[in-house]
């Protein structure tokens, strides 16, 4: 099922082979029933979050230093994994008002990146900040969200 698949993919796991094929057919088959218009809510109130709560939950527990090599972590999976992954999966998703993948660095913003301290840690000296969350700060384009004055500008 589409539920498992995307949970599996947040998990670290992967499609089995012609799984890709078999989960465009099912949400197809969705599109074209009564529950089409509900697909985008689907995924993005219950798939998407349920998968980013297991990520915010792996770097929740972490500070300082250790909270951005999770942070990293997080963000280089979930772009460079999950991302392509969720955008595959739900190909056949066109048209709506936010994209699938819009839709998932939203999540990724508001269910991972805004529940860590991640100020608190970049206000500390000599804190070296990692290529990685300087682009995920770039790509979710938070600056205004963040108060990260003077920092800003280093990233």
């Not at 218009?37 to 792996?58: A, R, W």
């Not at 460079?80 to 709506?96: C, H, K, N, S």
């Amino acid at each position: 099922s589409v539920h498992k698949a995307v949970i599996r993919v947040f998990q670290g796991g992967s499609l089995q082979d012609n799984e890709l094929f078999s989960l465009n057919e099912n949400i197809r088959q969705l599109l074209k029933s009564e529950l089409g218009p509900f697909i985008t809510d689907y995924f993005q109130n219950h798939l998407l979050s349920k998968g980013l709560v297991l990520m915010e939950e792996k770097v929740r527990v972490c500070e300082g230093e250790n909270l951005l090599e999770a942070l990293t972590s997080s963000w280089d999976n979930f772009f460079t994994e999950i991302l392509p992954m969720l955008q595959a999966i739900f190909y056949p998703v066109q048209g709506q008002e936010l994209t699938i993948r819009q839709m998932a660095l939203l999540g990724f913003r508001d269910l991972v990146l805004l529940k860590v301290d991640l100020e608190q840690v970049l206000h500390q000296p000599h804190t070296s900040v990692p290529p990685s969350i300087t682009q995920m700060l770039l790509v979710l384009q938070i600056e205004d969200l963040l108060d990260l004055g003077q920092n800003w500008s280093i990233l």
